[in-house]
């Protein structure tokens, strides 16, 4: 019976805040341009209920096309119906959905599990209300990004098109990089998940979190009891690291496989070279493009991080200064593309083709029909173990001669880390070499454009069971400064299939390919060199892989008795792809 009078009461606080935020609406509204219904409550098809914006504009006799936001950020309600007027403004009803738990919506807040079928049922609705015509568009960045994706797992006939800025994958990019958990989304879970709307306060605590982190590394302890550490429990982070294969629980989340095919509406995305969550964005385009390759998808890329492609670039990103053609009016861009699709207006200007990048160094866009045919050619490059100055050779002569570069992983040593492949700063003076192995090209005879994202197989053989590797690619410029072009990092037990671990055989030499690395278009000059990292992934900033072969959270520094030795042979490569 307890239970029964607990929901009845909170559908009364619910109906309650409903009535009041109305009359509350109802009173401020007469003083404005806009029709603004703030408390809507809409029902899925499960009995859940979502909490969602309307906003319209006055005087407006007819139907019109509705722009739909679904997030899970409870923001400041002035900064959201800011962004709903200006949908009203350009002749569309604005439209703000929050996810399940959110806002004025009962039941607790599982980010990514429901947010697709949700989505699909506030579309639904919106559908059927008379200041609809018929067609609806979807937009925003990172989850929200994830959630117009989410929503054409299964389409909606409503839903018409959708602009996602740096779209999220859950179990892609972010809990795990190439299967590998790391610790950004740790505390975003608190931030998302304590409350209604934002916990700022547990969210914004860097130091808390830091110290948590740093104490779990010298300890030793298992990643899993991360939470232990902290004090507090993360039901998220617990129910994440139970999923390291991209498995099932991933996979429903948003479309996969030959659900692309179904995909049929044109896609405007956002994303940038620097932006954390990249291989999530992208690989949404990747898979419409190889499962429905008719299908109009079209990015805009440049020298951009996470935050700067959602706003249109930043003058300095991780201390280099951006190519001034390359800061664009995303806003503009975004309401000209609706305007297209929606009101058959004018395709925007800067979509010469469908892919549309900016070419760092040359201040200069370019376009592509596809990712793949933004390059023409590529340099395959060997790691060698032959020296070259301080470092070892990177050449296009595969070695006639088979050899390795021995190593070394003490993983119970925390004085050293290993694996420096953050890009920040982009541009730095020196790198660290004290440990792993470092690869240099002879200087360019002329000026290459490298046009994608670089590729490779690594041949190794080890004494454990796994491992987690990191290559960073980098450009030495000729003043001797290193460029971070891009990089990999992943887990070697699940390089062939990211949805089922395979465990290498100690002391053979195996395979490892590599290939969701961050793309970028960079213009090399002469006398540049090309310089590639290859390390084992060991800091304080992702799960340890001690290379047992258990469950990778599970481990502790009690697996650490044995150092990992390694083999890195040397007819192993990357493919640099380049557009001559």
Known sequence: MKPILSFIFLIFIVLKTFSQETSITTSEDLKSAYAIQDSVMIETRDGAFISAIVVRKKGVSGPEPVLLQYTIYVRD????????????DHGYVGV??????????????????????????????????????????????????????????KMHPALKTIV???????????????????NPN?????YVGNNKSLDTVTGNDRPRFRKMMFKWWETGVAYKKMDSIDGSPNRLFQRWIKHPSFDEYWQKMAPYGKQFEQINIPVLAFDGYYNDSQNSSLYYVRELQKYNPQNPVYVIIGPYGHFGAQVGGETDL??????????????????QWFDYILKNGTKPELLKDKINYEVMGANEWRSAPSLDKMSNSFLKMYLTANKSGKFYALTDKKPIQKKYLYQEVDFADRQIQNNDYYPDPIIRKEID???????????????????????????????????????????????GEYFHLSYFLGRASYAKDITKRNLLKPNKIVTIPFSNTHLVSKQLNKGSRLLVVLNVNKNPFSELNYGTGKVVTEETIKDAKESLKIKWYNNSFVKIPILK
């Open 77 to 88: 309600k002035g900064r959201d119906l800011k962004s709903l007027k200006e949908a009203a």
């Open 96 to 153: 703000m959905a929050y996810s399940r738990g959110k806002r004025f919506s009962p039941g607790e807040i599982f980010p990514y599990e429901n947010d697709g079928s949700d989505a699909y049922d506030v579309i639904d609705w919106i559908s059927k209300q008379e200041w609809c015509n018929g067609s609806v568009g979807m937009y925003g960045g990172s989850y929200n990004g994830f959630t117009q994706w989410a929503a054409c797992k």
């Open 164 to 182: 996602p800025y740096v779209a999220n994958r859950p179990g892609m990019g972010l809990p795990m990089e190439n299967n590998v958990f790391v």
């Open 186 to 190: 740790y505390e975003w879970s608190f």
């Open 318 to 335: 991780y201390d280099y200064k951006v190519d001034a053609t390359a800061l664009i009016n995303i806003k503009n861009i975004t309401y």
């Open 433 to 479: 070499t004290s440990n792993g192995f470092v690869f240099i090209s002879d200087p360019l005879e002329e000026p290459i454009l490298i046009n994608g994202s670089f590729v490779g197989e690594i041949k190794a053989s080890i004494n454990k069971n796994d491992m987690d590797i990191g290559v960073t690619l980098y450009e030495v410029m000729p003043n």
